[in-house]
């Protein structure tokens, strides 16, 4: 009998990086695919995930990889001290498959994921180190257990209210605290002219977002929510040149369909805002189900986009301390994360996004696991019923094998907006 | 000469095979179970003793198994496939080592066996009542892909770029995604590729639920997929041991049970 036993196997590292290949591509295609023609411009940002998440290409070799487990940690301060802040936050199941060993089974599946991520070793642009602001609690003692895999962890205090004097002061004194750290192991000094070029190179990448987001105002809206999610997940990592100059051109083209009057979706498609856990490359299960039911994703309240680039840091003296107050005030006063408490900055961003936006309802999604979300979910709900807003909450994971009963309500609650919108014409 | 045959009367197939004294294989066949199992099986069984010149009297002892195993009237004894297919499992690797965990992929079903130190079932986990992941549902692929079924092991070597996930557990829902894929143009090589990883991720959940214990063994007609073996074992991280007849380890081990039971019963009076 015959038992061939010079075949070859893959090692667990070549595995991993085909499990992930393979979760990559089904989003990439479905995007390519499953819609109208997508931007032109939307090419290099596909062709960018399918590189870095199929063929694992490594963008940052030549610079200091700075780990961020949160958006609280300001990217103007990593820039100006020459290195490239690599945010952690993971939306792989294979991922979220590994860090279920290590953390509680409940956990929200991006912190598993992350912390997966890490554990596996088998990382392109490996962090050489991690900040990790102290924001929801699963974050926060997941730095300790990534500090195991060998990284070196630096916790970012970070207040859990945000309107006081107190917290302001507190956060402006961490982040000075994580510039120094930061700039002692860079062996760099935080120059005031690399800092402002940095700042202003951020808040032009964030100027090309806003450019964006006005742009699916209209009533043809010329790109997919799920579009949009690649082009801010791909700030995550990407490098920021790159970044800025397909965005660019994004932007052009997108001004032109505009023009053209091209909607993405189709003519009475309903406009949703999305909010809640964010969707982090390639678990877009909820916003691919949603733009499947013939909805269209006009804007978004979460960490991967609309939250961490709307607001621009706002100088009123070029200092370096007065600088870093700056960025301090802004990641903390505009972050609506569910951490803060009171949070009624959410709320309100929230339904500014639904009336600026023209949109007919409101998905939130939490990830099962993520208590903040969803104690957050009951004010959220109550006060856009006051406000007469429509909103569909759901509780999703990163498995693949849900898709069946999610679908079946996201399309329950888009035809509900569909017969709405008809009865009132 | 006595000779013992052991009949595995599956949903899709009827395997017989005949051993000697000495529990050597002598020979086998396998043809389709279709509607009429009990008629198929007597025809498979005159064709192969036709074949071997052995007489119907010199076959003293015969076992029965597999789904439709009461029809088959005639024989001596009957034995649960599960049983069947590890006294199978265990004297067709004999060569190769100690078995201790048994995937078996059928028509219309799949399952994972464990087995302890002596080679008796400890455990074993089956598929849900699902074609997914089974041999109709890589008979379903390959219609859709209209190639043959057996050139989809060959396919799969030949795979370009990424393989192409089948995430759908439902063999019908799984039907209209690779028509999709199709419908985009996509490699029927990638999609093959895809097809194998999706099946075996599914195996080895089902082999995980009775514990991964080295000492692997394939069987069941896929087993002949090279391209499914390569994906499984990727999967598992682990060399698996296929049998050259992977098709009729379970009658195998029926026609070893009915040696032995034919032994011990002339032993005992
Ligand atoms: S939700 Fe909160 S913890 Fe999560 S990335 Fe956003 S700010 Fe950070
Ligand atoms: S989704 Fe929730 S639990 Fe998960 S990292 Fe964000 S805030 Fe924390």
């Known amino acids: 009998m015959s038992n061939r036993l010079n075949r070859e196997i893959e090692t667990p590292a070549e595995k991993q990086n085909r499990h992930k290949a393979m979760e990559a591509i089904t989003v990439l295609n479905t995007l390519k695919e499953s819609f109208k023609e997508p931007p032109k411009a939307m090419g290099y940002f596909y062709d960018l995930f399918e590189e870095v998440y199929c063929h694992q290409k490594a963008l940052h070799s030549d610079k200091v990889k700075v780990g961020t487990m949160c958006i609280q940690i300001p990217s103007e301060i990593i820039y100006a001290l020459d290195g490239v802040p690599i945010r952690l936050c993971n939306g792989f199941y294979t991922d979220d498959e590994i860090g279920s060993d290590l953390l509680p089974q409940k956990s929200c599946p991006l912190v598993k994921a992350s912390v997966g991520h890490l554990a596996s070793k088998n990382i392109t642009d490996r962090p050489d180190m991690i900040y990790s602001p102290t924001t929801c609690d699963q974050k926060t003692k997941a730095g300790s257990t990534i500090e195991g895999f060998g990284y070196d962890v630096v916790d970012v205090d970070f207040p859990r209210t945000k309107e006081s004097e107190i917290s302001r002061e507190f956060f402006r004194r961490s982040i000075r605290g994580f510039s120094a750290d930061l700039s002692a192991k860079t062996g760099k000094k935080l120059s005031r002219k690399k800092l402002r070029a940095s700042i202003s190179k951020i808040g032009y990448a964030q100027s090309l977002y806003h450019q964006l987001s006005e742009l699916r105002k209209s009533s043809a809206v010329p790109i997919l929510g799920n579009d949009m999610f690649l082009v801010t997940n791909a700030f995550f990592f990407d490098r920021i040149d790159s970044w800025i100059e397909a965005t660019e051109a994004l932007v052009e083209e997108l001004e032109q369909r505009a023009k053209e009057k091209v909607h993405a979706a189709g003519r009475v498609s309903p406009r949703i805002v999305y909010t809640g856990s964010p969707p982090i490359f390639p678990n877009y299960k909820i916003p691919l189900i949603i733009e499947e039911s013939d909805a269209i994703i006009v804007a978004d309240e979460t960490c991967s986009s609309n939250r961490m680039f709307n607001d621009r840091v706002a100088v009123d003296e070029w200092f370096v301390n007065d600088m870093i107050d700056s960025l301090a005030d802004k990641y903390l006063k505009a972050c609506t994360c569910p951490v803060f408490t009171k949070n009624d900055d959410r709320i309100r961003r929230i339904i500014e996004l639904v009336k600026s936006h023209n949109a007919d309802g409101v998905i939130y999604q939490a990830f099962a696991g993520c208590t903040v979300y969803e104690l957050e979910q009951r004010s959220v709900l109550e006060a856009m019923e006051k406000e007469g807003i429509s909103i569909l909450y759901i509780e999703s994971d990163y498995s693949p094998s849900q898709h069946g009963q999610l679908s079946t309500r996201v399309e329950a609650f888009v035809e509900s907006l569909k017969i709405k919108n008809r009865k009132r014409r | ?269």
């Open chain 2, 1 to 269: 000469m006595n000779y013992f045959a052991g009949i595995d009367i599956g949903s899709t197939a009827i395997k017989i095979t005949i051993i000697d004294e000495n529990r050597a294989l002598v020979g086998q066949r396998i043809s389709g179970s279709g509607s009429m199992f009990y008629k198929y099986a007597h025809q498979t069984l005159d064709d192969l003793l036709r074949e071997l010149k052995i007489a119907k009297e010199e076959i003293v002892y015969t076992v029965a198994t597999g789904y439709g195993r009461k029809l088959f009237k005639e024989a001596d004894e009957n034995i649960s496939e599960i049983t069947a297919n590890a006294i199978g499992a265990v004297a067709a690797a004999r060569e190769f080592g100690e078995i201790k965990t048994i995937i078996n992929i059928g028509g219309q079903d799949s399952k994972a066996i464990s087995l302890d130190d002596t080679g008796n079932v400890v455990n074993f986990a089956m598929n849900d009542r699902c074609a997914a992941g089974t041999g109709k549902f890589l008979d379903a692929c390959a219609m859709n892909l209209e190639i043959g079924v057996e050139e989809l092991g060959e396919r799969h070597f030949h795979a370009i770029g990424t393989p192409l996930s089948i995430n759908s557990t439902c063999a019908v829902f799984a039907e209209s995604e690779i028509i999709g894929l199709l419908g985009n143009n996509h490699n029927v090589e990638d999609i093959v590729c895809g097809v194998h990883y999706s099946i075996a991720k599914r195996i080895v959940k089902l082999v995980k639920r009775v514990g991964i214990r080295e000492g692997i063994y394939f069987d069941g007609g896929p087993a002949l997929n090279g391209g499914l073996v390569n994906a499984i074992e990727n999967e598992l991280g682990k060399k698996i041991f296929i049998p050259e007849h992977p098709q009729i380890t379970t009658s195998y081990g029926a026609a070893i049970l009915g040696a032995d039971s034919f032994d011990y019963q002339k032993m005992n009076g």
